[in-house]
């Protein structure tokens, strides 16, 4: 496939053959014949050379999947290794930028749009890729045999969350005046899940959610009195019997069950706003795990009419993000914080349905429909959500309270 380089060769040799026979410039003709042996021989060299190269070249990748927090700097590393007997040259690669996309959407860095009438726009697009192709722009080193190679970083666009591939990355082999390139090892798929950052409660939720999770305190037992026990937790009677002081020892009681709603019906969210709502419903999930809480997770919008009351399904019953599942039960548990972040990470606002009318009439005809049982309720939603909020949960008896965080 011939470079950009191999093609502008083809063109001057051309052009100097024809101004030559025209003209009768013998030295244009010389320059021409020379340009055009390259350009022949170019092909076979550089087959010659990625034929090498695919027998002789290994590809790893580390790691073949990872995890990463959205705007932290992340990074896969792709090792070649010369296993074959004779030294290498130099290869080149794709620019790794353009080969990220992401698992249920279009490249992460568009590339820029070609201007024109529809027909010459296709036609020019597709030169362009095909040049863009056969035209590698990242320069590998010579690899020594028996073992040596290279390593080569690519960095991982972390500035959105969501799940991305890394896909169609190609090692090409070119002829030494570099005017055809031929590939010679494809980059196995990196799978690479952004998971959204936690964001901060507004002051005015803060202090009501806190006081929602914190819960009474009940009784454990007693325990040996030491200096600054308050009086009002001696045991007395312990004390009447002539044996040591004894004090009463209380504990928070256990923490019920947290509906945690984040809000994605379509018209309710602008692009800032959903992932303002997102960071949002993070921080207030972390909290709730760590003071103890179950978390039950639920995402309105999923369907044209909000979410179908399925019953709540376990952290390992449904793959994360999958739009036909129901809420999610999360326990106090190591795993817990990752997996509700690998949960957020991957939810989107709900498409809009074909009879739908668009902003505040979608809000009003999708209810939120949610039936799952809980103690605490937190609804992150905006306020065309908050005017339109329908049943939330079914409160449990003497619970049952219930916070809506709006969000911009």
Not at 33 to 43: F, K, N, Y
Not at 117 to 141: C, D, E, N, Q, Y
Not at 160 to 181: S, T
Request: proline share 8%; glycine share 12%; with cysteine.
């Amino acid at each position: 496939m011939p470079t950009r380089r191999g093609l502008l060769v083809t063109l001057v040799a051309g052009s100097l053959a024809g101004v030559g026979r025209r003209f009768g410039v013998e030295e244009f003709l010389i320059v021409a014949v020379a340009a055009g042996v390259l350009v022949l021989l170019g092909g076979p060299v550089a087959e010659l050379r990625g034929a090498r190269a695919s027998r002789a070249l290994t590809v790893e990748v580390r790691p073949p999947a990872m995890e990463v927090v959205a705007g932290d700097r992340a990074a896969v590393e792709v090792r070649l290794v010369n296993n074959g007997a004779r030294r290498l040259g130099a290869a080149r690669m794709a620019d790794p930028v353009w080969c990220w996309r992401r698992a249920a959407g279009p490249e992460v860095h568009a590339r820029p749009a070609t201007t024109g009438h529809g027909p010459l726009r296709k036609i020019f697009r597709f030169l362009g890729s095909w040049v863009a192709r056969s035209s590698p722009s990242l320069t590998i080193g010579p690899m020594e045999p028996a073992g040596g190679g290279v390593v080569v970083e690519v960095e991982v666009p972390t500035g959105a969350r969501g799940e991305l591939v890394l896909e169609g990355l190609v090692v090409w082999c070119e002829d030494p005046f570099r005017l055809f390139a031929l590939p010679a090892l494809k980059v196995p798929p990196v799978r690479v899940l952004v998971l959204p950052r936690a964001g901060v409660v507004p002051a005015q939720h803060g202090s009501a959610l806190e006081a929602m999770l914190e819960g009474d305190l009940e009784l454990a037992g007693l325990r040996p009195s030491v200096q600054g026990d308050r009086v009002g937790l001696l045991h007395w009677p312990s004390l009447a019997r002539g044996g040591p002081v004894a004090a009463r020892d209380f504990v928070p009681a256990s923490v019920g069950d947290l509906l945690l709603v984040l809000d994605a019906r379509a018209g309710v969210h602008s692009d800032s706003s959903f992932e303002n709502a997102v960071e949002t419903a993070a921080a207030i999930g972390l909290a709730a795990l760590a003071a103890g809480a179950t978390i039950v997770l639920a995402v309105t919008g999923r369907a044209a009419t909000g979410l179908p009351a399925h019953p709540a399904r376990s952290e390992s019953s449904e793959r994360p993000g999958s739009p036909s599942a129901g809420p999610l039960r999360l326990k106090p548990a190591p795993s817990a914080s990752r997996q509700l972040l690998r949960e957020l990470a991957l939810v989107e606002v709900a498409e809009q349905s074909p009879a739908a009318n668009e902003g505040a009439r979608v809000a009003e005809r999708a209810g939120v429909g949610l039936t799952v049982p809980f103690d605490v309720a937190a609804v992150v939603t905006t306020e065309i959500g908050a005017r339109t909020l329908g049943p939330v949960g079914r409160p449990r008896a003497g619970a049952g309270v219930r916070s809506v965080v709006v969000v911009r």
